[in-house]
Nanobody, 123 residues
Framework: RLVESGGGLVQPGGSLRLSCVASVVVDAYAIGWFRQAPGKERELVSCISRRGTGMHFLEDVKGRFTIARDNTKNTTYLQMDSLKPEDTGLYSC???????????????????WGPGTQVIVSS
């Protein structure tokens, strides 16, 4: 089970740092951050491979978001800077199902979803 925190209301241009904490050891799995805006499908925002050597970012967040993990704490972080109103959504983390600990693009390739943390970017 994964649990997210760190969401909230922030003005455009602001920053938030999301955390994803696992109740079990997850160092064998990639961790993905997804977001779902109202009326839209869930999309992969960023992912980090099990050892942190591989990362993926949605094109729209490249240069603004960074991802990191601390396997000693079973925690993955998503640092979000220069936030835009279109970044608004429910952000969830999930563990990748790949046996190689790599990032995969589809939500169907992930499990152990957390309940999510709401991010609202608005003035």
């Amino acid at each position: 089970r994964l649990v997210e925190s760190g969401g909230g209301l922030v003005q455009p241009g602001g920053s938030l740092r999301l955390s994803c904490v696992a109740s079990v050891v997850v160092d064998a799995y990639a961790i993905g951050w997804f977001r779902q805006a109202p009326g839209k499908e869930r999309e992969l925002v960023s992912c980090i491979s099990r050892r942190g050597t591989g990362m993926h970012f949605l094109e729209d967040v490249k240069g603004r978001f960074t991802i990191a993990r601390d396997n000693t704490k079973n925690t993955t972080y998503l640092q979000m800077d220069s936030l835009k109103p279109e970044d608004t959504g429910l952000y969830s983390c999930a563990a990748g199902q790949s046996p190689y600990g790599r990032c995969d693009p589809s939500p169907d390739d992930y499990g152990a979803w957390g309940p999510g943390t709401q991010v609202i970017v608005s003035s």
